[in-house]
């Protein structure tokens, strides 16, 4: 049985003047473990997209299950990064890595040395008393990240939680992200609309065609890049090639949206 | 080294003229102070203006100290003070409590929308009879009047900031399957304490004019009464006195709400 299952998702937006369909004849799988990227322009459904296998909303027309059930039915076993941290600015560090324990009931003294324990792990101590704001930008996300892992979901989803950092915080903590769902053996869906860091972090990647958004191709990343960590596979060889590929074809999208815009 | 105690001389010349500067803000508000009562004094002792109207400083003092020693000043002022906390604080809490609900079902929201717009620009003070009638000349209709000056305006305001709630702080406890109550309470109300904490300030003011105006409706105690007896036995210098000590309760209790603000929010 595949672990994530999406099967023939379209999705439309109604509002008063027209109706918009974001995604159509959406369909894929991923198995445990595996890191899946989300490639495309802006405005091509990729947040669509993850907010329905994030459950967070029905789509028009589809399923998703995970192991077998509807995704609606067992949130919490669903973890999801923002393009920010989103830390609650009056919650202390402590309680915002234990929000979605308290949320979803279970919050125990095990669970919370877990949590504490995550924390270090991401080379954060002594910040529990701590408020958001008085740390950087990259420790929030960070933490946001500890905040998401600590209800120890099954799927990861993550929604540009790069894109608003500076490039060398980003470069760092492509590398912890991908240190830890692999050492948590996590499966993760990561959406970005930049090639290098889809390459760099992913097993596959999905690029999406916009209006309607739907997939218009998918690579697999080859196996040695795989095993790299995202930094090293960002200065390997093969990575410039399959950087090409995929720019070709991201740019024959593009050319293909100015032909239909000028009838 | 060098350079470093040189930065720490220039911090400290900082400091000092930050020092400065609140040491003259404090005298020209004093000077202002001195100014205004001795000017009134004068003016009064010298009959440039009415003193029969405007009474005089040393005249409120002496009625103040009597008053005092009788103790009635004291009387009057638990009543009204009493009624004014009583609606600041009920019409705060009714306003917030009635923005939760309106954030609670939107489709109400949207029906009762043009009922608050007509509520909230009508007079609430003109209403005063009516609750007189309705609930009888007491403390009871002056609590009234307190709090309905206040609790649409509250209603309003608080409602609106509930819906200016960054949505991606909902996303977040809805990624962790929070229920409408966990969004409310985790994210919707603690982001908007800044914007409830400023009506607060807002209602210090309206209860009063509330109070005050029921007092001169029904009273037959409270310093809204003192300033209606005043005004009908001409006895300006009653009117004076009470309308001093309103503004020094006024004062403390926007102090009051400004030190809750800083206890409440230290990290927004």
Known sequence: ?263 | MDHKSHTKALHNAYIRSLKKEKYWVRFYQLVIFLIFFAGWEIASKNQWIDPLIFSSPSKVWELFLIKVQDGTLFYDLGFTLSETILGFILGTLLGTILAAILWWSPFLSKILDPYLVILNSMPKVALGPILIVALGPSFTSIVAMGTIISVIITTIVVYTSFREVDPNYIKVLQTFGGTRFQIFKEAILPSSFPVIISTLKVNVGLSWVGVIVGEFLVASKGLGYMIIYGFQVFNFTLVMLSLLVIAVLATIMYQAVEFLEKKLIKNN
């Not at chain 1, 099967?7 to 003047?17: E, L, V």
């Not at chain 1, 608003?164 to 980003?170: N, W």
């Not at chain 1, 050492?183 to 390459?199: C, M, N, Q």
Request: glycine fraction near 6%.
């Open chain 1, 1 to 263: 049985m595949t672990f994530l299952n999406v099967q023939d998702i379209h999705h439309t937006y109604f509002t008063k003047s027209n109706a918009v369909t974001a995604l159509s004849n959406i369909s894929l799988q991923v198995e445990e473990g595996e890191f899946i990227s989300f490639l495309g322009p802006s405005g091509c459904g990729k947040t669509t997209l993850l907010s329905i296998i994030a459950g967070l909303f029905q789509p028009t027309e589809g399923r998703v299950e995970l192991e077998g059930k509807q995704v609606a039915t067992l949130k919490s076993e669903i973890g999801y990064m923002l393009q920010q941290d989103y830390l609650f600015p009056w919650k202390t560090i402590e309680e915002n890595i234990l929000l979605g324990l308290k949320i979803n009931h279970h919050l125990d003294e095990e669970k919370k040395a877990y949590a504490k324990d995550l924390l270090l792990q991401m080379g954060l101590s002594d910040v529990e008393s701590l408020y958001p704001k008085q740390l950087s930008g990259g420790m929030r996300q960070r933490v946001a990240l500890v905040r998401t892992l600590a209800t120890e979901p099954k799927l990861l989803m993550l929604d540009e939680p790069f894109s608003a950092l500076d490039y060398q915080t980003k470069l760092h903590l492509e590398n912890l992200v991908s240190d830890t769902l692999k050492s948590f053996g996590k499966t993760a869906i990561l959406v970005t609309h930049d090639i290098g860091e889809a390459i760099a972090m992913s097993d596959r990647i999905y690029l999406f065609s916009p209006s309607p958004g739907k997939v218009h191709k998918v690579f697999e990343v080859p196996e040695e890049l795989r095993e790299c960590s995202p930094f090293d596979t960002r200065n390997h060889p093969l990575n410039a090639e399959i950087f090409q590929t995929i720019w070709k074809e991201m740019e024959s999208l593009g050319s293909q949206e100015s032909h239909k815009s000028t009838p």
